[in-house]
């Protein structure tokens, strides 16, 4: 039986970058891109107006109460037709290109209509002084040209699209997304549209482990439910194995029973274990293999278990896999508001909720009865981390959190 961190180790060292692809902009969201991404021109690529307003020279209004002529009008996406002048105010809106000759843009809000004779031109009041600069957004002043906007490895976001749009990457680099097959073993198991019987539970790690690989970036596919038999899990495995799926997911059939055949199995398979147990709570039967490129995870069958130590050795695995620049989810440190106890002499992750105050971050315990309760899994948006040598934490304790998916969710 390894550590928590010596078995990520061992599952990195086994994990090869996938070949990268490219794939439309409305298809690259949640993607992890693999090719820097750089400015192609100026940005913004003049001096824009950052306000409705009018384009004024400050020499012109450096106190309040100045009267200008308006000598035309520029709208967005459109080029001014002339310069402005001296005594001079042009129209100008949002977003447009300020016209040469003016330094600055005063909002419409601080201007009113002079009144003038039937002849004259018309004229525009400004109620406030207009320093040099004023409303407008430099040319280059967000990025200038060939500047790098995006690295790879980050997994592109709602933010990022609009950057990729804004330098006409309509086609983006990212990396293929991973095959994942996902097999749930156990005769005690059924599916979630079905009716157990007094001694089964419905199929949670299927859903949930899909939904897993989905958020890690990978393509699920469900191989549905292979009950305790050997010959049945080997012909399972065999198909993924034959597929060529990048990664196979098993919930089940890892420990020591009499019906645990998953490593017998894979053994016979050729796939060659590197992990057989880890000092983790919940989900110390967990097991690693790799035959050729195609990582395999035995991950135990109670939910809470499986959704751990899928969070802590196939995620980053996945992520890895993509190229990703960021692989592990960054802990982060609270105040415990109640007592844990850890007597596992393991790592234990606890659920908590996680609540930021004025004085900082906090964690509450939830009330759980172990690797089964996805209950008060699922109410939790964090985990504690326990260490092997800290049995007990008390309320006011400073200690490490791992941030669930439902950290930031609102």
């Known amino acids: 039986m390894i550590s928590v961190d010596e078995a990520q180790t061992v599952v990195l060292g086994h994990v090869s970058t996938l070949p990268a692809e490219t794939v439309p ?3 690259a969201f949640s993607r992890i891109l693999r090719a820097q991404v750089t400015a192609d ?15 004024v020279r400050s020499v012109d209004a450096a106190e309040p109460n100045a009267r200008l002529r308006i000598s035309g009008e520029v709208r967005a996406g459109a080029w001014p037709d002339r310069r402005v002048g ?17 330094d600055a843009v005063i909002q419409v809000e601080r201007t009113k209509m002079a009144e003038v004779a039937a002849e004259g031109p018309f004229e525009v009041l400004l109620d406030a002084s207009v320093r040099a600069g004023q409303n407008i957004v430099p040319r280059g002043s967000e990025a200038r040209a060939g500047m790098v906007l995006l690295r790879e490895g980050i997994r592109i976001g709602v933010p990022h699209l609009a950057v990729l749009a804004s330098v006409g990457v309509a086609d983006p680099q990212v990396s293929r997304a991973p095959r994942v097959a ?13 009716q157990p019987t007094a001694a089964q539970i419905r199929n949670a790690n299927g859903p949930a482990l899909s939904a897993s690989v989905r958020a890690a970036g990978g393509v699920p596919t469900d191989f549905g439910i292979v009950p305790d ?13 034959d597929q060529g799926h990048d990664a196979i997911v098993l919930s ?32 110390a039967p967990f097991v690693f293999g790799t035959r050729g490129p195609t990582l395999v995870f035995g991950l135990p069958g109670n939910p809470v278990s499986a959704q751990v130590t899928f969070e802590l050795f196939a995620r980053p695995a996945l992520l890895k896999m993509q190229g990703a ?22 790592r234990n992750y606890l659920p908590v909720i996680a609540t930021q105050g004025q004085g900082g971050l906090t964690a509450r315990p ?16 964090a985990l504690a981390v326990l260490e092997p040598d800290r049995q007990d934490a008390v309320a006011g304790d400073r200690l490490l959190l791992f941030p669930l998916s439902s950290f930031l969710e609102v």
């Open 25 to 27: 902009l409305a298809r």
């Open 41 to 55: 021109r100026d940005q913004p690529p003049f001096n824009r107006a950052a306000m409705d307003g009018f384009a």
């Open 86 to 102: 001296e005594g001079e105010a042009m129209r100008i809106m949002t977003g447009a290109p300020v016209p040469e000759g003016a």
């Open 182 to 194: 996902v097999i749930v073993t156990g005769d005690e198991v059924v599916d979630p549209g079905g």
């Open 229 to 241: 038999d050997a010959e049945k899990t080997r012909a399972a495995i065999q198909l993924a194995l």
């Open 252 to 283: 089940g059939g890892v420990s020591a029973g009499d019906f645990d055949f998953v490593e017998e199995v894979l053994g016979q398979l050729g796939v060659t274990l590197h992990v057989t147990a880890v000092r983790v709570k919940p989900g």
């Open 325 to 346: 620049g960021r692989i592990f989810r960054p802990l982060l440190e609270a105040t415990l508001e109640a007592p844990l106890a850890n007597r596992s002499a393991r």
């Open 366 to 381: 939830l009330k759980t009865q172990g690797s089964g309760d996805i209950v008060a899994h699922a109410l939790a948006n």
